[in-house]
Structures are given as structure tokens and as C-alpha cells.
């Protein structure tokens, strides 16, 4: 199936993660950043500003697909506050009738309480957080994006989606349209948010490393997810076809959460294709045949080979 393809180096996506990451505090395990991102940020931040963005750990997580539709939605060029200020300030009945398009099941009153709920907390995290690093991040995040656009002139649509995501392959999502867009806070994971027409995927933003003598990270992913005698089986079995999570575990009798584990490591360096459909949500791994190949690319460049 042929899709429209289009990049986003918006930092209001950026904006958004950020404040996910921490006031969730899912994920960090399997991120670049760390649990310790969590722990140096209670550190940092106010009390009373901790406090504040506390109320915002259990609220629903349909939140943050309305909020991430809101910024496709924005105006062109909008700043990470601008957008924040929009969001609080537009009156509720366009905005909802703007959101149908991308969510047609959204209450309007669930949109008043984004409206109402979340500016005031963005806000804050901007304030305190995302205004020191946003000058660090922005340019990283508009020169990936400005890489992947010249790619997509040279590549067909799906080849950069899985080249840019490190393995995601679309399983005729039944859309036209596929919003890609680069991220630092979730590196090295993808994520995604269906809407009616409309897939938006975030990728993860290649950073160079500060010091040149450090083997990339990239690299250390690729060998440490090697490193284990379970995971190099685990490949082997998904060289055939794409299976499910609860597949192998039935075909090989191991517990989900273990296997699940795995493969996270494995499609975070690269070695696994994560199939996704929109049918029933559930994703599929097989063998990435690239993986191998860069591998040997990241590797000899280290060393200086090629």
C-alpha cells in the first residue's frame, strides 16, 4: 500500500514527550535517558512544581493522543508556548470541530478538560525543564528531519518509514497519509498515535556522540543486545516469519514479560522489523535483514576499516 509521507521537526512534539516521559514515568528503562531522568528531575525541580505536575500521573492516556493531534493541527512555525497558549485560548467548539477529523469519537467536554487541564502544567514543565535544553534539541531535531526529507525525494515511502524507525514495516495500515516525526526523549523506541487517516510515528533522532574516540551508541546497542546467548536464539526463530509476542511464547514455552524484554532490546538496536497493523493492535517481530549489514558499517567505521 502506497502512502503520503511527510516530516514534522516541530519542538511542540518534542514539548509534548518530555512532559509524558516524566509525569508518567513509563518507559524509562528502555530509553537513552534512563530511570535516573525521573530522579534527577525530583531532584531539580521545585516542590511545588513536582507536586503540580503530579496530578497529571493518572489522567487518562488518551490525553495525549488529543494533545499530539492538536500539534498537527497548530499554525506552521508555531513555538512550543505559542502553541500552549493556543491550545488554552481557542474556543473549544472550532478546535473540537478541527479534531473530529483525526478522533470523530472525541467528547467535546473531554477536549475542555485537555483545554483547561494541561496548559497550565506545560507551562510549567517549559518554564522549568524544556526552555533549558530547547536551544540543544532543536537544531538536532530540524537537521535529522531535513536528512529524512532528502531521503524521501530518493526512497520509496515505506523503504525511508522503516529506514528512519529502525524496522517498523506497515502492514496496510488502512490511511493515506504517514506524519513522521524526529525525537530525543524517546530514543531509542518508536512511537505511535492512529488516527482516522492519519498514522503519526516518532522516530528517533540520530546524535553524534561529543567525543569521537566513543564508540557510537548505535554501536553499543547493536553488540550489547548480541552479548546474550537468549537473544541470539530469539533471532534465529524470528528469521522465518513475523510472529507475535504471544506466539513465541507459546512456541517456546518462555513468559511473555521475558520475551518481551528481548525483543525491546533487539528492535531498540536495530535487529528486529516491528509489523504493525491497525487491525488488531497486535505487533509482529521478524528478523530485520539490514541489522546485520550495519552492524559490520558502525563497526568498521569504529575502528577506522572503512
Known amino acids: 500500500m502506497k502512502y503520503k ?5 516541530s519542538v511542540v512534539f518534542e514539548l509534548l514527550s518530555s512532559f509524558m516521559v516524566y509525569v508518567t514515568r513509563k518507559w524509562t528503562d528502555n530509553l537513552d535517558i534512563g530511570s535516573h531522568f525521573i530522579t534527577d528531575m525530583d531532584t531539580r525541580l521545585p516542590q511545588t512544581v513536582r507536586t503540580e505536575l503530579g496530578k497529571a500521573w493518572d489522567w ?4 495525549y493522543d488529543v494533545l499530539y493531534a492538536l500539534a498537527i493541527l497548530r499554525e506552521k512555525d508555531t513555538e512550543a508556548m505559542s502553541f500552549v497558549d493556543w491550545v488554552s485560548n481557542c474556543a473549544p467548539d472550532s478546535l473540537h470541530a478541527k479534531l473530529l477529523a483525526y478522533m470523530p469519537s472525541l467528547p467535546l467536554e473531554h477536549l475542555i478538560r485537555i483545554q483547561t487541564d494541561y496548559p497550565p502544567l506545560l507551562r510549567l514543565w517549559y518554564e522549568h525543564y524544556f526552555s533549558k535544553i530547547e536551544p540543544e534539541i532543536k537544531p538536532l531535531i530540524h537537521e535529522d528531519a531535513r536528512e529524512k526529507s532528502v531521503l524521501l525525494l ?3 515511502p515505506e523503504g525511508l518509514i522503516e529506514y528512519a524507525t529502525g524496522g517498523v514495516v506497515l502492514d496496510d495500515i488502512p490511511v493515506d497519509s504517514i506524519l513522521l516525526f524526529p525525537g530525543v526523549h524517546f530514543r531509542p523506541i518508536n512511537t505511535y498515535c492512529f488516527y ?5 510515528i516518532q522516530y528517533p533522532v540520530d546524535i553524534p556522540e561529543e567525543n569521537e574516540d566513543d564508540p557510537p551508541i548505535v554501536l553499543l546497542r547493536m553488540t550489547e543486545a548480541l552479548a546474550d ?3 541470539l536464539k530469539l533471532l534465529r526463530y524470528l528469521a522465518t516469519e513475523p510472529k507475535t509476542v504471544n506466539d513465541m511464547a ?3 514455552r518462555q513468559p511473555y514479560d521475558k520475551l518481551m524484554h528481548h525483543l525491546i532490546i533487539l528492535r531498540a538496536a536495530g535487529l528486529l522489523r516491528s509489523h504493525v497493523n491497525a487491525g488488531d493492535h497486535m505487533e509482529r517481530f521478524s528478523l530485520r535483514p539490514d541489522g546485520a549489514s550495519e552492524l559490520q558499517m558502525f563497526f568498521e567505521s569504529y575502528l ?3
Open 5 to 9: 509521507v511527510s516530516l514534522d521537526a
Open 229 to 231: 546467548p537468549e537473544r
Open 304 to 306: 577506522g576499516l572503512s
Open 250 to 252: 507459546a512456541s517456546l
Open 154 to 156: 530518493k526512497m520509496e
Open 196 to 200: 482516522d487517516n492519519v498514522l503519526l
Open 60 to 63: 487518562p492516556f488518551l490525553d
